[in-house]
């Protein structure tokens, strides 16, 4: 079965360094999102993405974030100063062209540790 | 805005035990439901939706029913496995996703 893919599966920076979080959604997939969950907290919206724009995007999603689909298959996340409060699990997802009526895809996520 | 609420884990039970998460919702309009588990180590897998009032998603042995009258989507299984060990998410939404913040089952054998 297809899987969406996320690498690196855990990443350690340091405050103020940028990070690009990488993922390779299920190739027929239109729609793509980044969440994120908090050590021990829930599992947090941040962006989604659809026909090269963003869609829609949270409060969390401020000026330090960003999103990429730089060609046909990855789609990345960027966070340009990270923060010790960004560390966190983050999860990229897909669906497929049904929209709304498809399931989300999920990776297995990275794990952003900032110290 | 639109949220979910989820008992509070860890929830330990016994191998062959009946398992209830309970999941209550606060929602406009009528958004689809989901549990989603995450496997130690592993990314969140869809385990059943539904997409109305009074469906019943199922798969695994697990079930739940969307109760408009109670806005709940609790999640249940007539006899749990040590396997069934994960942390489940119950979630609203229509495009993205709305998780509550996930209850960790722990099954002994």
């Known amino acids: 079965e297809p899987e969406v893919t996320q690498t690196p599966s855990h990443q350690v920076t340091q405050m103020g360094q940028e990070v690009i979080l990488r993922c390779v959604p299920i190739?027929?997939?239109?729609?793509f999102y980044w969440y994120r969950q908090i050590l021990g907290q829930k599992v947090e919206f941040l962006v989604s993405f659809y026909n090269n724009e963003i869609s829609e995007k949270s409060e969390i999603f401020d000026d330090q974030f960003s999103v990429e689909r730089p060609d046909g298959s990855n789609f990345t996340l960027k966070i340009r100063s990270t923060k010790l409060e960004d560390s966190a699990m983050y999860f990229c997802?897909?669906?497929?062209?049904?929209?709304?009526?498809?399931?989300?895809?999920f990776g297995n996520g990275t794990r952003l540790t900032v110290t | 805005g639109d949220s979910v609420t989820q008992m509070e884990g860890p929830v330990t039970l016994s191998e062959e035990a009946f398992l209830t998460i309970n999941c209550t919702y606060t929602?406009?309009?009528?958004?689809?439901l989901f549990w989603y588990v995450q496997y130690p180590g592993e990314g969140l897998q869809l385990l059943l939706k539904?997409?109305?009032?009074?469906d019943k998603g199922s798969n695994k042995g697990f079930e739940a029913t969307y109760r408009k009258e109670t806005t709940s989507f609790h999640l249940e299984k007539g006899s749990v496995q040590v396997s069934d060990s994960a942390v489940y998410f119950c979630?609203?939404?229509?495009?993205?996703?709305?998780f509550g913040q996930g209850t960790e089952l722990s099954v002994k054998p």
């Open positions: 190739s027929n997939h239109l729609y």
């Open positions: 539904a997409t109305k009032a009074d």
């Open positions: 979630a609203l939404g229509g495009g993205k996703l709305i």
């Open positions: 997802a897909s669906r497929g062209r049904d929209g709304h009526n498809s399931p989300l895809h």
């Open positions: 929602a406009t309009g009528y958004p689809s």
